[in-house]
């Protein structure tokens, strides 16, 4: 399955955001954070407009959604549509732009960033962005004011100013975007609680990457991010969302029993982030003899999945391929009535998509196979 071929540390950490260091490219996180949730938000200083109304400040009282892309960059383009359904959602209420930067590199190096970003909005990928645009420029004044200040410097990244001026979220990942939008607005948004949440997982993931690094004492590692998962759960219980997955990522390494019931929580939790349930699943699936009540817990997410309509990022949605797999979570749960039920979806949707004759024949011998234990 496709979930078997993603590397826990990539899956784990870097597949929502390509990362830029400071110098060379390779620098995963910035140790010298100086930009954070409640600071004032730096200036707004670029070399030009390629679309729509420019924006040169923030005027007190007003919310604004500040996203920053950059052409080359796969995951930026592929949330294009899921940021211009936000932006539409919330016009008239939330000013957005969008930030192209960090352009003069690669095949674009010593090019103008202004006509890059032109032609590249008048292709079908990007005029799915449907947010004003401005670019950086050469010389990345925004990229070295809001970007390499962060502890991730990557894209793409999103911050969401509020009437004070000040950052009031900032985020890799724009499934919670809509949910803090809506809190900004009715003034019911705490800074403080963001930050110390965000502190939270950063210290998480600097476990989590401890553990990758110094395997000789990965499990005593995994143990200490597995309880300091459950403290931040106490400090926070309405935040469980935000430290599930990495205590998932150390029950996987110490404590297999516990790994349902995680799993089933990230299920239900509708604050969950798309890309963390695609990626739990993924790292489950990888463990050998999953215990039946782990595989039915994976289906549930899995079934959470399909409801996902960005199916542009790479996960989630109905697809062929999401309903053979679930199909198979459930075969191998035991469930063989919904095994039946979810490949036969796989079988008409592929019939309808017309896809190859092998790939329908290895659909149809799944049923078979299915079907004998039914």
Partial sequence: MEYLKRTALAVALFTSVFVLGPTDGTAQFNSNVTLKIGDAAPALKVEGWAKGRPLTGFKKSNVYVIDFWATWCGGCIASFPQISAIE???KGKVQFASIDSYEDIGD?????????VKEFLKTPKGQTLKLNVAVDGKANSMYNSWIKPLRRQGFPTTFIIDGEGKIAWVDVNLDQLDWALEQVLAGTWDKQKAAQIMKGKDDLEDQLIKGFQDTANKKSIMRAMKSHTEQLEKQFPDRRDAFAFYKLFALLEVDMSGVPAVL?????????RYLNLSDAVGLTLQKPNLSKETYMACAKIQERLLQYQFKEKGYGGKSVKAYQELADTYYHAGNYKLALSNIQEAIQ??????VSAEKIEELQKMYGKYQQKG
């Fill in 108 to 116: 674009n190096k010593g090019k103008d960033a202004v006509t890059i």
């Fill in 349 to 354: 949707l592929a019939q309808k998509e017309k």
């Fill in 264 to 272: 089933e929580q990230m299920a239900a939790d509708p604050l969950s």
């Fill in 88 to 90: 539409e959602k919330y």
